[in-house]
């Protein structure tokens, strides 16, 4: 399974850069959960409605994948999208 150890760790992000700062895997069959905080460097823009500034911020996200001959099959994700856009000023608490 290096590919998808390779993937799970260090996964390119060419648009929104961001690196896990803290990370958990859990896995068992074939079903893999990573979560843990990544830090975000959002280039600023709109994002789910929102205009956000260009900045730096830390979120809790969670993916699911299910593999398939050690490949993934199926991905999903689960991240606090608001709490990237209360940090990069998109909305005032």
Excluded: K, N
């Excluded at 830090?39 to 823009?45: F, I, K, L, R, Y």
């Amino acid at each position: 399974m290096p590919g998808t150890r390779q993937f799970l760790s260090a996964a390119a992000r060419d648009r929104h850069p961001a690196r896990w700062v803290q990370s958990f895997v859990v896995a068992e069959d074939d079903l893999v959960v990573q979560f843990g905080s990544r830090e975000v460097h959002w280039p600023g823009g709109g994002f789910r409605g929102f205009e956000l500034a260009e900045g730096v911020c830390t979120r809790d996200v969670a993916f699911a994948y299910r593999l398939r001959d050690g490949r993934i099959a199926e991905r999903w994700a689960i991240r606090d999208d608001l709490a990237m856009i209360l940090q990069l000023g998109g909305l005032r608490q």
